[in-house]
């Protein structure tokens, strides 16, 4: 059973196109991360949600957790081809603090020029 | 400052061959994390290093796999006999375990079992 699920698996849109991530749980998560991984390299970080329904920010990259804490989505407005990569959203299971991340499968974004 | 480095970048080995493969994490980040990703996949947890503790050996997928941290810092991850399906990036990832746990990953090594 896969504990965090991303949705779409694949996406390819054209440059100036808005799109939206979703990283969704059964379960409660105390924060979830988002990273971005290009080919050939590891992910890297992007943002750290916490608290239920908080929303950052990051350029065109709008992060959001929901209320519960059990999902989290990305959206990205007029999206440009250094965009492209694969998403992937983690977090440490569990109420408390854990030690260990849980990774969804990823979202694989191909923006077209 | 220096990020998490991994060497080899590519290893090409024979089936049924033993391969070690390296990491040296972020100074100061007392985690350390092993990860498998396939092809198109996400991230397969390995195993986890955390200062002197035991290391949480649980995600690893057979007694063929086996990894140590000398000194608390480089880590080696060894792969003895080598099977086709063990071809994967390996990551490595540190993190200082305060907060909400933010890792930072190498850039992997590519094992290709021939």
């Known amino acids: 059973t896969q504990l965090l699920e991303q949705s779409p698996q694949f996406l390819s849109i054209q440059e100036g196109e808005n799109l939206t991530v979703y990283c969704n749980s059964s379960?409660?998560?105390?924060?979830l991360q988002w990273y971005r991984q290009e080919p050939g390299e590891g992910p890297v970080l992007l943002v750290t949600?916490?608290?239920?329904?908080e929303v950052k920010k990051l350029k065109r990259l709008t992060f959001q957790f929901g209320d519960a804490r059990k999902d989290s989505s990305l959206h990205i407005t007029a999206a440009q081809p250094g965009d492209t990569g694969l998403y992937l959203c983690?977090?440490?299971?569990?109420?408390?603090?854990?030690?260990?991340?849980?990774f969804g499968k990823g979202t694989k974004l191909t923006v077209n020029p | 400052g220096a990020g998490v480095s991994q060497s080899p970048s590519n290893k090409v080995t024979e089936k049924g061959k033993d391969v070690e493969l390296r990491c040296d994490p972020i100074?100061?980040?007392?985690?350390l994390y092993w990860y498998r990703q396939s092809l198109g996949q996400g991230l397969e947890f390995l195993i986890y290093?955390?200062?002197?503790?035991?290391?949480?050996k649980s995600g690893l997928p057979s007694d063929r796999f086996s990894a140590e941290r000398t000194g608390g810092s480089v880590s080696t991850l060894t792969i003895q006999r080598t099977q086709q399906e063990d071809s994967a990036v390996y990551l490595c990832?540190?993190?200082?375990?305060?907060?909400?746990?933010?890792?930072?990953f190498g850039p992997g090594t590519r094992l290709t079992v021939t």
């Open positions: 990832a540190s993190s200082l375990i305060r907060g909400p746990n933010e890792q930072y």
């Open positions: 379960s409660v998560f105390s924060s």
């Open positions: 949600v916490v608290t239920g329904g």
């Open positions: 983690a977090g440490p299971p569990g109420q408390g603090g854990s030690e260990k991340l849980v």
């Open positions: 100074s100061g980040h007392t985690a």
């Open positions: 290093f955390q200062g002197n503790s035991a290391p949480d």
